[in-house]
Nanobody, 120 residues
């Protein structure tokens, strides 16, 4: 059984910063691509940032230059540093990871989500 648990969400004023963390636990053989998605009320879930096992990153245009994704492979964790936050960043943020549970078998996992609210 593999679980992803996010932390670090909350209420922040416009221009502020938050750091989200996601910890993967359970029967993990290997970690592949990891990422952060978000879903605002009435909108579809969208990719915010992704990172490969080798450290290559990809960002949504709306967060480029403000958000930074990173990972710690030794700890099975992925992070999202969010700076210069805007009200339109308000959403539930979900951690996503492709995880190998045994050699040759990978599954896609989601965390439960953490709320980020940007408001004055």
């Amino acid at each position: 059984q593999v679980q992803l648990v996010e932390s670090g969400g909350g209420l922040v004023q416009p221009g502020g910063s938050l750091r989200l963390s996601c910890a993967a636990s359970g029967s993990i053989f290997s970690m592949y691509n990891m990422g952060w998605y978000r879903q605002a009320p009435g909108k579809q879930r969208e990719l915010v940032a992704a990172i490969t096992s080798g450290g290559s990153t990809n960002y949504a245009d709306s967060v480029k230059g403000r958000f930074t994704i990173s990972r710690d492979n030794a700890k099975n964790m992925v992070y999202l540093q969010m700076n210069s936050l805007k009200p339109e960043d308000t959403a539930v943020y979900y951690c996503n990871a492709m995880i190998g549970v045994v050699a040759g078998l990978e599954n896609n996992y989601w965390g439960q989500g953490t709320q980020v609210t940007v408001s004055s």
